[in-house]
T-cell receptor
Framework: SQQGEEDPQALSIQEGENATMNCSYK?????LQWYRQNSGRGLVHLIL?????REKHSGRLRVTLDTSKKSSSLLITASRAADTASYFC????????????FGDGTTLTVKP | EAGVAQSPRYKIIEKRQSVAFWCNPI?????LYWYQQILGQGPKLLIQ????????DSQLPKDRFSAERLKGVDSTLKIQPAKLEDSAVYLC??????????????FGNGTRLTVT
């Protein structure tokens, strides 16, 4: 069964707006990762946040983690048409930190 | 660095036929994964190797799927015989981490399998 669940399933915004995607999970984690997947391609790693971290930034990306609520959010600021893709969260537990379990993703469409 | 290489890119077979996919991970990456991604869903782990040993194959349908990673480098995933529900993209990924070390996954572009 999938560990992470992304919300919303689909999101459509205008270029320049911010996009926020959420991920909820069920069991305790070692780390949580966000990936992007363009149509017909493999997944690309965006950010890894460890269970003892609360927030991380990378360029226009901001990830938060709330372990008490078992949730994470990915914020993309000043979105561009090139950000159009599916975004997945993946969790790894303490037993096997090398194994990542993926949710079904949020499909983001950024209109020019 | 060169990325994860997969071949073939596309494959169409009839049900009950067999098929094999090949993956060459990033040089030096100890851990290799095969994921199955059905259209509209996230990747589902089939098997995880650390060097040439299996770490997790709990979700691999062993009656029809097999995988090997000889010499701890390249890997092959085989399906025999294929079923209609095996139609999916098969993604290979590698990472430098091992069981207790966190590190991101690097994915290949996948093999899109269509079973008719």
């Amino acid at each position: 069964s999938q560990q992470g669940e992304e919300d919303p399933q689909a999101l459509s915004i205008q270029e320049g707006e911010n996009a926020t995607m959420n991920c909820s999970y069920k069991t305790s984690i070692n780390n949580l990762q966000w990936y992007r997947q363009n149509s017909g391609r493999g997944l690309v790693h965006l950010i890894l946040i460890r269970s003892n971290e609360r927030e991380k930034h990378s360029g226009r990306l901001r990830v938060t983690l709330d372990t008490s609520k078992k949730s994470s959010s990915l914020l993309i600021t000043a979105s561009r048409a090139a950000d159009t893709a599916s975004y997945f969260c993946a969790t790894a537990n303490n037993t096997n930190a090398g194994k990542s379990t993926f949710g079904d993703g949020t499909t983001l469409t950024v209109k020019p | 660095e060169a990325g994860v290489a997969q071949s073939p890119r596309y494959k169409i077979i009839e049900k009950r036929q067999s098929v094999a996919f090949w993956c060459n991970p990033i040089s030096g990456h100890a851990t290799l994964y095969w994921y199955q991604q059905i259209l509209g869903q996230g990747p589902k782990l089939l098997i995880q190797f650390q060097n040439n040993g299996v770490v997790d194959d709990s979700q691999l349908p062993k009656d029809r799927f097999s995988a090997e990673r000889l010499k701890g480098v390249d890997s092959t995933l085989k399906i025999q015989p294929a079923k209609l529900e095996d139609s999916a993209v098969y993604l290979c990924a590698s990472s430098s981490g091992v069981k207790k070390v966190r590190s991101p996954l690097h994915f290949g572009n996948g093999t899109r399998l269509t079973v008719t």
